[in-house]
C-alpha cells in the first residue's frame, strides 16, 4: 500500500485544485493520500467527491502554521480533526486573517522596487485559499522579476529578506493542544528542515509532547539524515509514530507524489486515534 499524507491544492500554495490532486494522486498510483493544505480544510469536500470518483482513500487533514516564543516557524500536520471545532476554528481564522494583512503589507513593501500590484497578487490566488508567500512569488514570476518560485524565495521573499514580514501564528503546543480537543492527530511537519530557516531545540519538541504530540514526520526531502537519526531516536523514546510524506505542491516545487511515503501500520494508528472525523474510502 501506497501511502503519501502530506500534499497541497491551491486552496493553499498547491497549483491543482483538490480534485485535480486526487487524479494525480491515483496517476501516481497512490493508495492513500492526505490533503494538508495551509490552515484551511475548504479543500476536503472537492477532494472527497474525487476520492472515491477514482478509488484513493483520502485522509482529511490541515497544516497548521505556528511560531515560537523566539520566532522560529513550526508546521504541525493534523488528521482526522473535526473542521467546525470552535477553539481550532477560531485560531486558524485568526492566523488566515493575519496571512492576508501580511501579504498586503509586503506586496506595498515589494511594490517600492518591482513591478507588483495586490491584483497582481490575487490573480494566483483560487477563491477563497489561504495566501500567502507562494502567491506573491507567483505574481513576481509573471512579471519576470524571477525565474520561478524558488527564485523568488532565495532572492526577495525570505525571512532575511527586508520584504518579508511576521504574522500571527500559535504556539506550538497550543496548536497541538487545540488538534487533541479536535479529535485530531498532530504531527510535527518536516522538523529539522533547516535548509528553510532556523529550527527549534529538544525544549519545543518535549513541550509538544507533553501537549499531546503524536508523531514525527521523518522520511521527508527537506529532513537532513543526521537530523533523521535523531527523529528516529526521539520517537522511540518517546512513544510517537514516523511519517513519510511528499509534501506535494503540484508545479509549485519540485517535490513528487509518493517520494516519500508511510506504513499501512502507522496509518491504521492514525484512524484509531483520530476522531473528528473519517477516512474517505469507495
Known amino acids: 500500500m501506497k501511502i503519501d499524507l502530506h500534499t497541497h ?7 491543482e485544485t483538490p480534485g485535480e490532486l486526487i487524479r494525480s494522486a491515483a496517476a501516481a498510483g497512490l493508495d492513500v493520500v492526505a490533503l494538508t493544505d495551509h490552515d484551511s480544510t475548504d479543500g476536503w469536500a472537492q477532494a472527497s467527491a474525487a476520492a472515491l470518483e477514482h478509488g484513493v482513500a483520502l485522509v482529511p487533514g490541515m497544516e497548521i502554521s505556528c511560531r515560537t516564543e523566539e520566532g522560529i ?13 470552535p477553539g481550532l476554528l477560531e485560531e486558524i481564522t485568526k492566523s488566515k486573517d493575519a496571512r492576508l494583512t501580511r501579504a498586503q503589507r509586503m506586496v506595498s513593501l515589494l511594490a517600492e522596487d ?6 497582481d497578487v490575487i490573480h ?14 507567483d505574481a513576481l514570476v509573471a512579471a519576470g ?15 532575511r529578506s527586508r520584504y518579508f514580514v511576521q504574522h500571527y501564528a500559535p504556539e506550538p503546543a497550543l496548536a497541538v493542544e487545540l488538534v487533541r480537543a479536535a479529535g485530531g492527530v498532530p504531527v510535527f511537519a518536516h522538523p529539522v528542515a533547516s535548509a528553510r530557516g532556523r529550527v527549534v531545540g529538544e525544549r519545543t519538541y518535549r513541550e509538544m509532547v507533553d501537549a499531546g504530540l503524536l508523531g514525527l514526520e521523518v522520511e521527508h526531502r527537506d529532513n537532513p539524515e543526521q537530523g533523521r537519526e535523531f527523529l528516529r531516536r526521539f520517537a522511540a523514546e518517546n512513544g510517537l509514530f514516523m511519517t513519510g510524506s511528499s509534501d ?8 513528487l507524489l509518493g517520494e516519500n511515503v508511510t506504513s499501512p501500520a502507522v496509518l491504521a494508528r492514525i484512524e484509531e486515534l483520530g476522531t473528528g472525523c473519517g477516512v474517505v474510502r469507495a
Do not use: C, M, Q
Request: charged content about 15%; overall charge negative; cysteine-free.
Open 145 to 159: 522579476a524571477v525565474a520561478d518560485r524558488t527564485e523568488a524565495f532565495t532572492a526577495i521573499l525570505s525571512s
Open 114 to 119: 518591482y513591478p507588483l500590484s495586490w491584483d
Open 73 to 85: 516557524s513550526v508546521h504541525l500536520l493534523s488528521y482526522l480533526h473535526d473542521p467546525a471545532h
Open 248 to 255: 506535494y505542491h503540484g508545479a509549485g516545487k519540485v517535490n
Open 124 to 137: 494566483h490566488v483560487a477563491p477563497g485559499a489561504t495566501v500567502g508567500r507562494p502567491h506573491i512569488a
Open 9 to 15: 491544492s491551491n486552496v493553499s500554495d498547491g497549483t
